[in-house]
Nanobody
Framework: QVLVVESGGGLVQAGGSLRLSCSAS????????MGWFRQTPGKEREVISA????????YYTDLVKGRFTISRDNAKNTLYLQMNDLKSEDTAMYYC????????????????WGQGTQVTVSS
């Protein structure tokens, strides 16, 4: 049974930091490119960061570049997102995603979705 569980969200003041984790079971993380998406009410889910299976390649949307860092520990089957200098516009539900094909992942296609973890940044 595949299970994807995001954690680490919460309420933080602007300028603060959070570290999100995505724990996967039922599939082997190192077969997949992994990514973080976020969604706010009334808007489509958008990719904000992605990482290749061996961590050699990363992607960040301009909105988070220089503030967020994606990483993975394949041995622990876990994906991370370190978020620094948070802004009110980062408030969203955050999801991790997995796809064997990089371009499909960046296009928003994921083989698996978790329930998400809420990040709320107060100004």
């Amino acid at each position: 049974q595949v299970l994807v569980v995001e954690s680490g969200g919460g309420l933080v003041q602007a300028g603060g930091s959070l570290r999100l984790s995505c724990s996967a079971s039922g599939f082997t993380l190192d077969d997949f490119a992994m990514g973080w998406f976020r969604q706010t009410p009334g808007k489509e889910r958008e990719v904000i960061s992605a990482i290749s299976p061996n961590s050699a390649t990363t992607y960040y949307t301009d909105l988070v570049k220089g503030r967020f860092t994606i990483s993975r520990d394949n041995a622990k089957n876990t994906l991370y997102l370190q978020m620094n200098d948070l802004k009110s516009e980062d408030t969203a539900m955050y999801y991790c995603a997995a796809n064997r094909v990089w371009d499909k992942l960046l296009g928003g296609v994921s083989n698996y979705w978790g329930q998400g973890t809420q990040v709320t940044v107060s100004s």
